[in-house]
């Protein structure tokens, strides 16, 4: 299957500070990204769908100005924690789908754990 | 809200064959039923998709049942690396759709 890669896969940081997570599709262009956040022992949650090139669609809940998307390449989308507090804490995980062919299973990343302290 | 319904947890013996339900009695007729599946602090993994038809590949079997309101998840031989929480996930098969998470199976495979 194609690869998608996320960067870091860990981030410790202090409380107040911003985390910027990447995702990167290696192989195919992601026409289409979704941004998910897991807390221990629930779900995948969706927060965000993103299309290249244009502002991310968020779902209710989530709030647009803590969690900066950014979807400016076909291979290259990133999630901005901002002013990160501890119960942002949690897995967050990129998935990354193609149009076309690639227009089938979505392809996940690896995840990154955040920890804010 | 997810559309589906799995049971929390199951229990297989290494080397028999898992089989994973999964209801999904609202499915659409535009909808896919997808199977990921999440080994512990890893991203989901994609397993199979279909819409009405049974499809194989190599990693497993999905079986659907003529109405689509539920389907089996099959592993023919389960090893102890498929110990996992497979999701059930129906979706529309086009650009926007989005794949929103249930609570999942959390399959134990035993030696």
């Known amino acids: 299957g194609a690869v998608v890669s996320q960067h870091p896969s860990r981030v410790i940081c202090k409380s107040g500070t911003s985390v910027k997570i990447e995702c990167r599709s290696l192989?195919?262009?992601?026409?289409?990204m979704f941004w998910y956040r897991q807390f221990p022992k629930q779900s995948l949650m969706l927060m965000a769908t993103?299309?290249?090139?244009?502002?991310?669609?968020?779902e209710q809940g989530v709030e647009k100005d803590k969690f900066l998307i950014n979807h400016a390449s076909l291979t290259l989308s990133t999630l901005t924690v901002t002013s990160a507090h501890p119960e942002d804490s949690s897995f967050y995980i990129c998935?990354?789908?193609?149009?076309?062919?690639?227009?089938?299973?979505?392809?996940f990343g690896q995840g990154t754990r955040l920890t804010v302290v | 809200d997810a559309k589906t319904t799995q049971p929390t947890s199951m229990d297989c013996a290494e080397g028999r064959a898992a089989n994973l339900p999964c209801n999904h009695s609202?499915?659409?007729?535009?909808?896919?039923v997808y199977w990921y599946r999440q080994i512990h602090s890893q991203g989901p993994q994609y397993i199979i998709h279909g819409l009405k038809n049974n499809e194989t590949n190599e990693m497993a079997s999905l079986i659907i049942t003529e109405d689509r309101k539920s389907s089996t998840l099959i592993l023919p031989h389960a090893t102890l690396r498929d110990t996992a929480v497979y999701y059930c996930?129906?979706?529309?098969?086009?650009?926007?759709?989005?794949?929103?998470f249930g609570q999942g199976t959390e399959l134990s495979v035993k030696p």
């Open positions: 996930i129906v979706r529309e098969y086009n650009q926007g759709g989005k794949l929103i």
């Open positions: 192989d195919f262009q992601a026409t289409t």
């Open positions: 998935s990354a789908r193609g149009g076309g062919q690639m227009n089938t299973e979505a392809f």
């Open positions: 993103s299309n290249e090139g244009s502002k991310a669609t968020y």
């Open positions: 609202t499915i659409s007729g535009n909808e896919y």
